[in-house]
């Protein structure tokens, strides 16, 4: 089974300052995506940016970016001229590429960092 | 087009209470998910199906029955509700395609508390 960790419970970043988090993700499959979701607190899910793990090249979402290290199984989440909107729980996910089986296109979940930005 | 709704948004129960947690989606997926969310925990699978008319079970199914009997809606039903069923339910759809694009909508969120 996988298993996603974010090992990081809180994070805090000044507003126009730059803020990674950290995730890293146990799996034996090659093949499968990544994903990071933003919850305000409104509580709505909400896709930041997705890699797909054949890719070498780091996904970009504008001020979002990741940087993805397959070997080491790493996906952190480089935020750039972070703003105030930027504050929430930032969770990491992991998906099978492979929709039968066991897999049925779920996600799996880290346990969430939570995002404060300061003025 | 509305994406995914959940009803209700909010709800107290007293242990031994049933309810039902319906989610509806406009977008046609085939897909459709029940997660749960606790403190520390992220989010966990529930149920899910992968299409009208069939269900399965996920990580933490104990407790919970699903229905699909439309496409568009997915029933999440607690028949005696406990206080470890107090949490966060969401309902998510997906288009049920392999590929990147195979993105998972999730709904607003159902808060549940069991007394």
């Known amino acids: 089974a996988q298993t996603v960790t974010q090992s990081q419970p809180e994070m805090s970043v000044q507003e126009a300052e730059t803020v990674t988090l950290s995730c890293t993700y146990d799996t034996s499959e090659s093949d499968y995506y990544l994903f990071w979701y933003k919850q305000p607190p409104s509580r709505q899910m909400i896709l930041v940016i997705r890699?797909?793990?054949?890719?070498?090249q780091n996904a970009t979402e504008n001020r979002f970016s990741v940087n993805f290290q397959k070997a080491a199984k790493s996906f952190s989440l480089k935020i750039s001229d972070s703003q105030l909107g930027d504050a929430a729980m930032y969770f990491c996910a992991y998906r099978s590429a492979f929709l039968w089986g066991t897999s049925y296109g779920k996600l799996t979940f880290g346990q969430g960092t939570i995002l404060t930005v300061h003025p | 087009n509305a994406g995914v709704t959940q009803t209700p948004k909010f709800r107290v129960l007293k242990t031994g209470q049933s309810m039902t947690l319906l989610c509806a989606q406009d977008?046609?997926?085939?897909?459709m998910y029940w997660y749960r969310q606790d403190p520390g925990m992220g989010l966990r699978l529930i149920h899910y199906s992968v299409g009208e008319g069939t269900t399965a079970k996920g990580e933490v199914p104990d407790g919970y029955n699903v229905s699909r009997l439309k496409k568009q809606n997915f029933l999440l039903g607690l028949e005696s509700a406990a206080p470890s069923q107090t949490s966060v339910y969401f309902c998510a759809s997906s288009r049920g395609t392999s590929g990147i694009g195979e993105t998972q909508y999730f709904g607003p969120g159902t808060r549940l508390l069991v007394l």
């Open positions: 977008m046609n997926h085939e897909y």
């Open positions: 890699q797909e793990a054949y890719k070498q």
